[in-house]
């Protein structure tokens, strides 16, 4: 059955299956295999993670967040939710046509709370945003065109050829603070998922970002609960169906595919070739 797991991932903890790293950090999976971040009901002290998620197949990353990145990672053993959840429109495999509403086809966003460099002023704050008040003064409704914000809201930016082109433009964004006189504090929420998108972004705008962390995975799911780095959790049924638009199923384990060739499949004699025919008859 469809499982989904919610993580907050620490810092120099690469999402990745090898095990071979050549830094030797851990990996997310088994940094969450070592139960020790769990979040819930255990049935013992010595519950395993196989005995508590009831999970017969390989989990995998729902994207990627970069070793330097914390904060949340969404993990499955749904390729289907996967696919729809890093898919620009997808609508749920599991769902009927009558199922089949904007809701569901809609794009998960990510959102991320950046350190970048510089002091940066946003004299055109979203007044929209829910991470923002409802009311701007007469000044901030002025738009300030060479902002990296009104560039970011508006333009998108080019990240480079390899690494995806443009951009679009930001779902959000907001200044949350200056911590230093030399650096800014922002909340930024895009919808797609290019290599290391946001710290490119950053970059190519001629700022740059010192600490980046994911703080909320589409409209609902946040670090509410798991606020500890490594700590993680299992989304509920009704969290994947509400928050993920994506409907929990049955999953079929596949099986290995069997041999047409019953000499091979039994280890018996293989055919020979034409050159040691040859050689035979010589």
Not at 126 to 137: I, P, Y
Not at 254 to 270: M, Y
Request: net charge positive; with cysteine; charged share 30%.
């Amino acid at each position: 059955r469809t499982i989904a797991i919610l993580y907050n991932k620490p810092k120099h903890v690469v999402t990745t299956h090898s095990k071979a790293d050549e830094k030797g950090r851990t990996n997310v999976y088994d940094d969450i295999f070592t139960m020790k971040g769990f979040v819930g009901d255990r049935i013992s002290d010595e519950a395993t993670f196989e005995s508590v998620t009831n999970m017969k197949m390989k989990l995998h990353a729902v994207g990627r967040l970069d070793a330097e990145t914390t904060g949340l990672l969404l993990l499955t053993n749904d390729g289907g939710l996967v696919h729809h959840v890093t898919s620009s429109h997808c609508t749920p495999a599991s769902a009927t046509v009558e199922d089949q509403t904007d809701e569901s086809k809609s794009i998960i966003t990510k959102t991320y709370k950046a350190l970048i460099m510089g002091y940066h002023e946003d004299m055109n704050q979203e007044s929209s945003s829910t991470f923002v008040g409802d009311t701007l003064s007469e000044a901030s409704q002025e738009p300030q065109k060479e902002s990296i914000f009104h560039i970011l809201r508006t333009q998108g930016v080019d990240i480079g050829a390899k690494s995806g082109g443009w951009t679009r433009p930001v779902d959000h964004v907001s200044v949350l603070g200056h911590p230093t006189s030399k650096s800014t504090t922002v909340l930024l929420t895009i919808s797609e998922g290019k290599n290391r998108q946001v710290r490119r972004m950053f970059h190519a705008l001629g700022s740059g970002v010192m600490q980046l962390q994911r703080v909320q995975i589409g409209d609902h799911l946040s670090l509410d609960g798991i606020e500890e780095e490594g700590e993680w959790r299992i989304l509920k049924d009704d969290e994947v169906a509400k928050f993920l638009n994506w409907k929990p199923r049955l999953l079929e384990e596949k099986k290995p595919r069997e041999s047409k060739n019953p000499n091979k499949q039994l280890g018996g004699p293989k055919k020979q070739t034409r050159r040691s025919n040859r050689k035979g008859r010589r």
